[in-house]
């Protein structure tokens, strides 16, 4: 043996050696079992444990754990695109390093109005092995019976409990009934705001069925008696036999909300539900989410009650891979930054700036030496780039902020700012999504971004490239994006999108000149199609290849659109289309 191999020997022991000496924490020694009714208390003793060390694995013997509301961490959090507020926490998690939950096939069981994880300033964290779901879902359901002119009748499955409150429909709890002074306490009060109707053979969104939006109106109602309802809504239609979901309007609840941290990975995680995102990281640096499922458990129609993945301002590599996403009330992911509007100029070089949509109030990223670029709003024109000096926070809404040089002359109040000192890598790729409220994904990130090997069935478009600086002030515009060897199976069958490919922007003037979107490539990807429907729609994109691309006809569902072309181009330039 030569002295290379004996030294690549030592190395290989030392690291077989370095790995068995990493500390591993069992839940049992805190007395957390299967058998007890509430696992929190010993879950925070737990975390304390981990905390105290370095690479340290927490580790659940296969089984179902309960966690209840009553013993939770309150963390108050600023959470982008879920709403803000109050939080009680089981799994809080701050400024951990090289740490690892290991579920090992367990299933996590939480009770009540209650956050699983929240992970703050940590690196290199490992979820793995493990489910969670709620007893309780934050949505309810109900079976629709019959339409008449005033409305809908339903019948209400025992899983969702309720009460006609004052003639007013009014969804609780029965397990937290017992918990509270009052069954109308607001602790158990299961709220509702958007209704949306599910083909119940299906197993998805009906077929162009549109949201009822009622959280101003709570619904009248009277019982029919035998858990029969009728419920008054002159204008809400449905088809007997399918599945009525009444959807909060809030999103308090994620399963996981990662922010501020590095490294951290998913892995083998399925989210049966949360009360709004799934998994929502802000800016983290490299996120992968890998071989893990959302999709809903039992006979539920829906899994999460927003997004089932969401990254904003994150940056490293953000993976996708091997996932199911399915049947959530939104997108499978969405990808973007923040714009932040200038409310006011105090000098050339200094503004105050403001987070403007309510989802994303708090959100701190203007920090000294970030590189910003400036936008007009109503065009999406960048007409310059600038540094951070300083920044000082007022409140959860504004901010000054001094740069690096003047602004541009045609830079004002009113116009935006955000963020691109570095841009993430975006690989999404073996995933099947679909049976979901909404789109596919929606890809707004600036960096490079490659999406292959999927398969979408989503209701409207699969995917959708966005960006607005006047309602979500989400940043987008792509600069670099593939989109090859994906199957887009029967999508559009709903109305939440114009095309299956849906290339666009919040582009209110100067569309003739701004070019949002660039460098668009769409090789070799197979649509099975049961219309007419456009298959691409762009405007102010410079640069898009749409070729090798298969078209397969079907009759999986009656003919919706006849459109005479399958591509929409407008305020576009160096386009090439070969069918």
């Known amino acids: ?51 105290d060390g370095n690479d340290v694995e927490l580790i659940f013997p296969k089984g179902v754990y309960n966690f209840y509301h009553d013993f939770g961490v309150d963390k108050y959090c600023f959470i982008s695109n879920n709403d803000e507020g109050l939080k009680r926490v089981v799994f809080l998690l701050e400024k951990m390093k090289n740490f690892t939950i290991n579920g090992q096939g367990s299933s996590f069981i939480f009770h009540g109005f209650i956050n699983p994880f929240v992970i703050n300033n940590s690196s290199n964290v490992v979820f793995k092995n493990f489910s969670i779901d709620f007893t309780r879902s934050f949505h309810s359901e109900a ?32 397990e937290l009934n017992n918990r509270v002074v ?17 083909d119940s053979k299906k197993h998805e969104t009906a077929s162009m069925a549109r949201d009822y939006f009622v959280q101003n109106s709570p619904l009248p109602a009277i019982s029919l008696g035998d858990r029969k309802v009728r419920i ?59 071989s893990c499922k959302i999709t809903p ?48 100029k105090i000098a050339p070089d200094e503004v105050i700036v403001q987070l403007k949509h309510y989802q994303q109030l708090g959100f701190d990223f203007l920090k000294p030496e970030t590189v910003i670029e400036l936008v007009q709003s109503k065009s999406l024109i960048t007409k310059g780039t600038s540094k951070i000096i300083s920044s000082k926070r007022l409140n959860k809404d504004l901010t000054v902020v001094k740069l690096s040089k003047d602004l541009p002359n045609d830079i004002n109040v009113g116009d935006v700012i955000a963020d691109i000192s570095e841009l993430p890598f975006v690989h999404i790729h073996d995933n099947i999504i679909g049976k979901n409220r909404a789109r596919g994904m929606l890809l707004n990130c600036k960096g490079k971004t490659i999406v292959e090997n999927n398969t979408f069935h989503s209701a409207g478009a699969a995917i959708m490239f966005e960006g607005d600086a006047y309602y979500w002030f989400e940043q987008g515009g792509v600069s670099d994006c593939t989109i090859q060897n994906n199957i887009f199976d029967n999508c559009m069958f709903g109305v939440w999108g114009e095309a299956v490919l849906d290339v666009k922007a919040g582009i209110k003037l100067q569309r003739d000149v701004s070019r949002y979107n660039r460098n668009i490539k769409i090789i070799n990807n197979t649509f099975r199609v049961f219309d007419d429907a456009l298959l691409l729609q762009t405007y102010c994109v410079d640069g898009l290849i749409w070729k090798d691309n298969k078209i397969e006809k079907n009759n999986e569902y009656p003919t919706i659109r006849n459109n005479k072309s399958l591509f929409k181009v407008e305020n576009s330039d160096n386009i090439k289309i070969e069918q």
């Open 143 to 174: 079976t629709i019976l019959a339409q008449n002119s005033d409305g809908l009748d339903i019948e209400i499955p025992k899983d969702y409990p309720y009460m006609i409150n004052n003639g007013i429909l009014v969804f609780i709890d029965e």
């Open 297 to 344: 458990s039992g006979n539920r129609a829906i899994s999460t009650t927003a997004d089932a993945t969401h990254f904003a301002n994150c940056t490293g590599k953000i993976e996708l891979a091997g996932c199911l996403f399915q049947n959530q009330m939104d997108d499978a992911t969405n990808i973007h930054g923040i714009y932040v509007q200038i409310a006011k």
């Open 182 to 198: 009052t069954s109308l306490s607001p602790e158990n009060i299961y709220p509702y705001g958007i209704l949306l109707e599910f």
């Open 232 to 290: 008054f809504h002159k204008t809400l239609k449905g088809t007997p036999g399918n599945t009525l979901v009444f959807n909060p309007s809030n999103r308090n609840y994620p399963g996981f909300a990662v922010s501020d941290c590095k490294d951290i990975r998913f892995e083998n995680v399925t989210i049966f539900h949360a009360g709004g995102m799934g998994i929502v990281a802000q800016q983290t640096h490299n996120i992968a989410v890998v």
């Open 1 to 51: 043996m030569n002295l290379n191999g004996f030294y690549s020997i030592i190395l290989l022991l030392l690291f077989s050696i370095t790995g068995m000496a990493k500390r591993q924490v069992n839940v049992l020694d805190f007395g957390v079992t299967s058998e007890i009714q509430d696992c929190t208390p010993g879950i925070i003793k737990s975390l304390q444990a981990c905390k």
